[in-house]
């Protein structure tokens, strides 16, 4: 997974982003019906842990954050939330969760980070109990062309994938999609454990 440029660490750390993360993310994802309450929580890419934040708000039985950046962890341990728990540990190699241990996994836009994506969907995979869920929104590799010309955030070229291509690799990973919406140039998911 590659680290954020300095710009985009304080973007995604800034109050609008969370705002966008409590007013329009999670929102739509309840929509699609995402539910905490009761569950074994894995989010990928947790950063600061306001994502955390919002998801404890509603018991889950428990939360696991991961994310590569040291700086982000350090972020998320300050928040000192009550039952989280936040590790330094890449998506792609999961090595301290365990198979079939997680119910939902969450990730808030991070998988066009990760060259090795398709591997973080089989991650998932493996560590979702049968009928677990994922959810998930990222952008379309076009939008994030244009925006990368734009920003100069400089995303890796290998995690460019079209919306379709995220798609075909959730089926090809034993996942179901149950629902997806398609919203000014972001995909999101919710799929099925198979």
């Given at each position: 997974?590659?680290?954020?440029?300095?710009?985009?660490?304080?973007?995604?750390?800034s109050?609008?982003?969370?705002?966008?993360q409590?007013?329009?993310?999670?929102?739509?994802?309840?929509?699609?019906?995402?539910?905490?309450?009761?569950?074994?929580?894995?989010?990928?890419?947790?950063?600061?842990?306001?994502?955390?934040?919002?998801?404890?708000?509603?018991?889950?039985?428990?939360?696991?954050?991961?994310?590569?950046?040291?700086?982000?962890?350090?972020?998320a341990?300050?928040?000192?939330?009550p039952?989280?728990?936040?590790?330094?540990e890449?998506?792609?190699?999961?090595?301290?969760?365990?198979?079939?241990?997680?119910?939902?996994?969450?990730i808030?836009?991070?998988?066009?980070?990760?060259?090795?994506?398709r591997?973080?969907?089989s991650?998932?995979?493996?560590?979702?109990?049968?009928?677990?869920?994922?959810?998930?929104?990222?952008?379309?590799?076009?939008?994030?062309?244009?925006?990368?010309?734009?920003?100069?955030?400089?995303?890796?070229?290998?995690?460019?994938?079209?919306?379709?291509?995220?798609?075909?690799?959730?089926?090809?990973?034993?996942?179901?999609?149950?629902?997806?919406?398609?919203m000014?140039?972001?995909?999101?998911?919710?799929?099925?454990?198979?």
């Amino acid at each position: 997974m590659s680290r954020l440029s300095k710009e985009e660490f304080r973007a995604m750390n800034s109050p609008l982003r969370r705002l966008l993360q409590r007013h329009y993310e999670l929102p739509l994802l309840r929509s699609m019906g995402i539910r905490f309450t009761g569950k074994d929580i894995l989010e990928i890419g947790c950063g600061s842990g306001y994502g955390a934040e919002l998801m404890m708000k509603d018991r889950p039985r428990s939360y696991l954050g991961v994310d590569v950046m040291e700086e982000q962890i350090e972020l998320a341990c300050k928040r000192a939330i009550p039952g989280t728990e936040f590790r330094l540990e890449d998506a792609a190699r999961l090595q301290t969760v365990s198979d079939a241990s997680t119910d939902l996994v969450v990730i808030f836009g991070i998988l066009h980070h990760i060259p090795e994506w398709r591997i973080v969907l089989s991650e998932c995979h493996r560590v979702l109990r049968l009928e677990g869920e994922i959810y998930l929104e990222e952008p379309d590799g076009e939008l994030l062309d244009w925006f990368d010309r734009w920003s100069k955030w400089n995303h890796p070229k290998e995690s460019r994938f079209s919306l379709r291509e995220l798609e075909n690799n959730l089926s090809g990973k034993n996942f179901r999609i149950l629902k997806k919406s398609h919203m000014f140039g972001f995909g999101f998911y919710r799929a099925q454990r198979v």
